[in-house]
């Protein structure tokens, strides 16, 4: 019901930034918790962030705080991660995923996420 296409990922020397978009359709985003996940190789999918129904409440991973930003923009139907000061330890393909929760208790379990894209590759050189 809810597809999912993220874009913005590529190639990037440590200390820089980008941004990467979800788009969605199928249905209004405005249900859904959003949120992002990542995944290098020979680990498991980690939360990277998450967001609420209208952006009011926002959370993120330990590894992130203070360099990546999560947004959302309900009339555009599309979710953000602004990454700065990008670390080679950010190397992962990065995945956008929908919730719809009762509640944002469990936003950081990629178990609890319904929806999710195909990913998008975001490498970091040294």
């Known amino acids: 019901q809810v597809q999912l296409v993220e874009s913005g990922g590529g190639l990037v020397q440590a200390g820089g930034s980008l941004r990467l978009s979800c788009a969605a359709s199928?249905?209004?985003?405005?249900?859904?918790?959003m949120g992002w996940f990542r995944q290098a190789p020979a680990k498991e999918r980690e939360f990277v962030a998450a967001?609420?129904?209208?952006?009011?409440?926002?959370y993120a991973a330990d590894s992130v705080k203070g360099r990546f930003t999560i947004s959302r923009d309900n009339g555009k139907n599309t979710v953000y991660l602004q990454m700065n000061s990008l670390k080679p330890e950010d190397t992962a393909v990065y995945y956008c995923?929908?919730?719809?929760?009762?509640?944002?208790?469990?936003?950081?379990?990629?178990?609890?996420?319904?929806?999710w894209g195909q990913g998008t590759q975001v490498t970091v050189s040294s």
């Open positions: 967001i609420s129904w209208s952006g009011g409440s926002t």
């Open positions: 995923a929908a919730a719809r929760f009762y509640s944002g208790s469990y936003y950081y379990n990629p178990l609890r996420y319904d929806y």
């Open positions: 199928g249905r209004a985003i405005s249900s859904y918790y």
